[in-house]
């Protein structure tokens, strides 16, 4: 055995997972035969009174199935014969003579959660690194060991719906208020408490603490039912399958006999794992965990920062540095904006506080963190400062000759622009190489992205001690080349912009808000411009039309609302009126700006039109060596745009259509709205020599 140790002793026999050359645990075809070995080993042995199953792993107990086994399987027959060999495996586990216990100090997440669930018992440790969950909807799949069933048996139907539904993680404290876990401990009292709870489990003490539900009772069980649907509805593109599928699932075997449900789990994963969207999904999931891998520890990391600025982003990356590091330096033009600052930081935590993941007590200790001035003298022993004022070229170079005068020479220095050119910027600066642009998205505690972006002096240990910072703060960096709108605002803003020229054809704002939010992106494009601001949008789009002129221009409508002073949500009204910051209507100012010559337009086109023009230019940057890897688009897109995961991205969405279908949609825009829809050269070669972004990169790569 070379992933496992069993160990019997005093009766009690000890399963001990221990992956060879791995930092986790997880549920490969290999290890799971191992582990059947060894059940057969025990089985039979009647001098066993109970069997304990736990890692050897710090902070894993087992992080899941091996997904890169998942990302293999191509064909449902195959996929199916090896979910029914691991329920009789579980089966094995779940019917030994002698009661079994899952010890959890650590990670116990989706397969890991569902050997628990096999197990008659489960004890957690309360620390902060216990977590379990279901995470298999964020791979486009859903729990397939069983889980479907095992779950709603355990905790009741309404609690397994909304974990496997979700996908979210629990801390030990809300999985034994659920009965997920039987008994939660803290780690130093495992030598007792753990042996204790043993000796209970043989004895049979366990206090049963599953109740009788009425809400699972038939017909009542069928609004459980029919209220997760419609929340799903809510929430969930249809486009994607998982958990409407795993709903289907958990329904149909709910009342089924055991058997007959594990044929019907395993059929449904089986059609399920081969998608398109479980495979763009699982190849997100590595994408993200190579991006968080992307740096080299240093021996004095980044401890302590300055903020200039306190507008949305500046508090939010306020709020995010109070959260991770030693210390937070705010510095403001008057005393008097710090009582408000702190007020509207304390506000971000409020979340964190009712959802009981902090405590009011440790959000106190993070907010004494922060310090204030309003001079920038005493800023000398800080290692970072990031400015987040207006955008305005201007202001920005003056506020950075201030902290280079006052700041010590090694500091970093870095701008949290959205759309100047960092090269530009750092034209007066005088230590050029501990200079760059760190760009954060809003809302800055939601969003995991960050762009960092470089100039042409930057050194490699700067980029990599801002790095090290971001990733140690639980944001995910992507590095990228200098150019207006860098990444995402450079592909995003041409789709907000094409969504405004269809609106002066079409007319119809609502109508087009809900093709593009029925093709999958989190709201519409009209939403998301009052939502972010159409004087924000107006002011990168004007940076953008300087930069690439008649590619982009600004579309009249943004303009004209952008003079009325009608900014969106902040001011009440913008493409739609709001009152208390929630949509009331469509803006009848707006639409009588519009010439009334009302276009019916083919909702292909319209969507096409949004969709194509972003990877029109997802392209130039991959021509222009902007980023060089179509994988960093796409995860860009959709960590930072909230693009449909499950559709892989543009550049994956792209391939999907095929190149040649998007160069001659891209042909006939040219032809009727011009410059904008010229398809990119890079794309020209990829269709002339039949590759795409997953083949062509020889097109690109210098």
Known sequence: MKNLNLEIKDSIARITFDLENEKVNKLSTKVLSEFDETLDVIKNNSSIKALLVQSAKKNIFIAGADIEEIETLSKEEEIYELLMKVHSIFNKLENLPFP????????????????????????????????????????????????????????????????????????????????????????????????????KAIKNEVKSRKKFALLETWPLREIVFSKAYKNLERKVNKDFKAPYVALEVIKDTFARSFNEGLKVEAREFSKIAITHESKNMIKLFFTFQKLNKNYEKTSNPINNAVILGNGVMGKGIIWLFSKYLQNVRIKVRKIEQIHSILKDVSKIYDFLVKTRRMTANQVDFKLNKITYT??????????????????????????????????????????????????????????????????????????????????????????????????SCGKTPILVGDCAGFIVNRILLPYLNEAAFILEEHGDIKHIDKLIKNFGMPMGPFTL???????????????????????????????????????????????????????????TNVTSMLDNKSKILNDEDIINRCIFIMINEASRCLEEGIVDDPNIIDFAMITGTGFPPYKGGLCTLANKIEIKNVVKSLEKYERTYGERFKPSSLLLKLQEQDKNFNTGETLWKH
């Open 374 to 471: 309003d001079k920038f003298e005493g800023l000398k022993n800080s290692d970072i400062a990031i400015e987040a004022i207006i955008e305005d070229e201007k202001a920005k170079k003056d506020a950075f000759k201030s902290l280079e005068n006052s700041m010590k020479d090694d500091a970093i220095i870095a701008t949290n622009t959205s759309s100047i050119s960092i090269e530009k910027l750092s034209s007066d600066i005088k230590n050029k190489e501990n200079f760059l642009g760190v760009h954060f998205f809003n809302p800055v505690n939601m969003m995991p992205l960050v762009e960092v972006i470089p100039t042409s002096h930057t050194s490699k240990e700067t980029i990599n001690k801002v790095f090290e910072l971001l990733i």
């Open 529 to 587: 411009a009052d939502t972010v601001g159409i004087d924000i949008g107006y002011k990168v789009a004007t940076i953008l039309n300087e930069a690439y002129g008649q590619r982009m221009p600004v579309a009249p409508i943004i303009e004209k609302i952008y003079n009325k002073k009608e900014l969106g949500v902040k001011t009440g009204s913008g493409f739609y009126t709001y009152k208390n910051k929630k949509v009331q209507d469509i803006n």
């Open 100 to 199: 079994s216990i899952a010890y959890i100090n650590g990670a116990c997440m989706g397969g890991g959660l569902e050997l628990a669930l096999a197990c008659t018992y489960r004890v957690a440790t309360t620390s902060s690194k216990t977590k379990l969950a279901f995470p298999e909807i964020k791979l486009g799949i859903f729990p397939g060991f069983a889980g479907c069933l095992r779950a709603p048996k355990i905790v009741g139907l309404v609690n397994a719906l909304d974990i496997i539904l979700s996908g979210k993680n629990l801390d030990a404290k809300k999985a034994y208020r659920i009965k997920l876990v039987d008994e939660i401990f803290d780690d130093g009292q495992k030598e007792f408490k753990l042996e204790d709870f043993i000796q």
